[in-house]
């Protein structure tokens, strides 16, 4: 029986869906991209740089990934007030908020830049870093200080972009900076370069993206004014009173995607962080994916608390979080049913096992956090965020303290279930319970539309998976694809007559057969 909530349902048309479904798609095109350049260049960086110094670069970008702390939540503000400013017409004070956000990061960027030197002088000789890579090692990390002063400077053009929900324009930024990035690296790592090379080729990434996410900031919102000497300290406190919370989370986040490594390196040989990476990354690209389903929740949530109330955001979550669970579980399905098999004929037969192990534990809470991130996006765009913060610590920090506690006995795949537990207690016990107290949308209701309709409409596409990993040979990556090509017909013939309730199947049908009588009429 579908819940009350979904039989309530908006019908869509082609307005109210082109937007968010274009939002989406720019955000897959980049990860996707994002994951084949991952998926081509992987194997050939570590066969150049080896595995000790590609454990060297995993463990640097884990370390510098922390100062990303600096952020404090200001583009998530940035976004969020210059979505509700530009719809007032009010672009003082959207011009206000961005100067400040900007004098703020000029401000973080020097900190940075900072606490990179000093970590690098005094912290990156406690590491088990082989003596041939220390010197190397050290001004990498160097680089990555003014890698993230730069981005977060492009991080406040890039939130006003999201918050006039042009995600679109921001992707195609992203996508041609994946593209030169890896030509770039492919180039270097040829003629024999190495760690430090790999560092300057991001940081002249980072900078190209500060430019042109600028160039079409000032294009999309030409009301806009920004000037350091324009800093407000009420608008620094409006930055902040959103920003500070948002932040938090965003620590949480470091805790659980950037100590794994850290833990391995400190623990453990440090060939054994190159073995979790491979694993790691591929959970962390279907994270990547959902992030760029629930983005779009956020600028959207604000709107509809708005224009269609308390009924009509509760509905709008639920259809989305459904949406997001059903997209999302035939990739971790087939991370979890045929990880090892994949990655064997990736990487190489030696890290099949181990990496894949790693993989599935890492995938299996995704299949009740997916949609779950679509209702954390939209508690952030409707400014209900900061009582989830202190669970979202805890998960952080019990993602550390289980991951030291698990790494001896169990190895890397004690790191990977010290990341799993919390994760899939806050997705199973949190959300649901909090939403019902935010938003008054029923347990049944929450369970119904993320887990149940979802998993009754991929069980076609698992049974055939687990099918072609059992009784069909898989010679090579091309058949492997091949493989999962056929399968995927029956997701979604699943999410069709399993997933959509009898109402939205029609819906969509209104919307899509006007396509279908024009190509007729032009056949004719």
Known sequence: MPSAAEENAKTPTRSSTARPAKSVLSNWMTYFL???????????????????????WVLLVSMTGYLGFLDLGIRGAVTRYVAKFHSEKDHEESSRTVSSACGLFLVAGAIAIVVAAIFSVFAIPHFKIPSSYMKAAQVVVLIAGLNVAVSLISGVFGGVIVGLQRFDLLSSIAIGGIGLRAIAIFIALEHGKGLVTLGLIQLGGTLSELLLGLALARKLYPELRIAIGDMRRDHMALVFSFGFYAFLLHLSNYFIFFTDALVIGAFLPLSMVTFFAIGGNLANYGRDLVGGFSRTMTPLASKLEVEAGREGLQRAILKQARYCAMAMWPIFLTFIIRG?????????????????????????????????????????????????????????????????????????????????????????????????????????????????????????????????????????????????????????????????????????????????????????
């Open 340 to 524: 090892p098999s994949f990655i064997g004929l990736w990487m190489g037969s030696s890290y099949a096992a181990l990496s894949g192990h790693v993989l599935w534990i890492l995938s299996v809470p995704w299949l009740f956090g997916a949609g779950a991130s679509v209702v954390a996006s939209a508690m952030l765009g409707i400014s209900q965020h900061k009582r989830v913060v202190p669970f979202a610590l805890a998960e952080g920090l019990g993602n550390l303290l289980l991951s030291i506690a698990l790494v001896k006995p169990m190895g890397i795949l004690g790191v990977a279930w010290g990341t799993a537990i919390p994760n899939l207690a806050i997705s199973i016990f949190f959300w649901p319970w909090y939403i019902r107290r935010t938003l008054g949308i029923a347990l049944r209701d929450y369970a119904y539309s993320l887990w149940l309709r979802p998993a009754i409409a991929m069980s076609p596409f698992a049974v055939c998976t687990f099918a072609v990993n059992r009784w069909w040979h898989t010679p090579n990556l091309l058949f492997f694809f091949a493989q999962v090509a056929v399968t995927l017909p029956s997701a979604l013939l699943g999410v069709w007559c399993l997933g959509l309730p009898s109402e939205e199947r029609h819906a969509y049908l209104q919307v899509v057969s006007p396509y279908f009588r024009f190509a007729n009429w032009k056949a004719r």
């Open 34 to 56: 994002s994951g084949a350049v991952s998926f081509f260049l992987s194997p050939f960086i570590v066969r150049h740089l080896g595995n000790s110094a590609y454990g060297v």
